[in-house]
T-cell receptor, first 112, second 113 residues
């Protein structure tokens, strides 16, 4: 069973602070996706990383895929209340894999 | 905008009373998925359709069924809901099975009384 461990599980910060959340596995993933889910809504896809060492930026969000494709991180600069939500990482483990493996998520609260 | 739509957003049903949740998509994707998500947990895949081919996950209870009458629509039928079936039900679509990004609908929150 492929597992994705996310940390921290909960994070509460003040508006304007920076933060990093992590997604780790002992297994190699062919790609990793990051989603943000707001209460009562479905997950919204933020980014997909495919290549080891890849870095992608989405405004104040920076996503990195580990060189060995076993881990990923999401860094938010100058967090805003609109960033509040559950951040989920999910990945495909390899050839023939159609099922997304999800982490349990990091619940972020940004306090104005 | 192309999107995944779920109706209703909130559904209340009685213990044992059949209920149907619906999903439609304008993305023209080949694959449609149903997930169950309970509070503070990751989404759990119930089944998926690749075109008309149905694939049930091994641990999905028989109480859960699905229909896909055409490319755009997919339904989740819960034949006899129990209290443990109260959850958010998420529909997702993707262009293909392996490595393709999945796009989620807003979900249906099911309450069982």
């Amino acid at each position: 069973t492929q597992l994705l461990e996310q940390s921290p599980q909960f994070l509460s910060i003040q508006e304007g602070e920076n933060l990093t959340v992590y997604c780790n596995s002992s297994s190699v993933f062919s790609s990793l996706q990051w989603y943000r889910q707001e209460p009562g809504e479905g997950p919204v896809l933020l980014v997909t990383v495919v290549t080891g060492g890849e870095v992608k930026k989405l405004k104040r969000l920076t996503f990195q895929f580990g060189d060995a494709r076993k881990d990923s991180s999401l860094h938010i600069t100058a967090a805003q209340p609109g960033d509040t939500g559950l951040y989920l990482c999910a990945g495909f483990s390899g050839a023939g894999s159609y099922q997304l493996t999800f982490g349990k998520g990091t619940k972020l609260s940004v306090i104005p | 905008d192309a999107m995944v739509i779920q109706n209703p957003r909130y559904q209340v049903t009685q213990f044992g009373k059949p209920v149907t949740l619906s999903c439609s998509q304008t993305l023209n994707h080949n694959v449609m998925y149903w997930y169950q998500q309970k509070s503070s947990q990751a989404p759990k895949l119930l089944f998926h359709y690749y075109d008309k081919d149905f694939n049930n996950e091994a641990d999905t209870p028989d109480n859960f069924q699905s229909r896909r009458p055409n490319t755009s629509f997919c339904f989740l039928d819960i034949r006899s809901p129990g209290l443990g079936d109260a959850a958010m039900y998420l529909c997702a679509t993707s262009r293909g099975l392996e490595f393709y990004e999945q796009y989620f609908g807003p979900g249906t929150r099911l309450t069982v009384t």
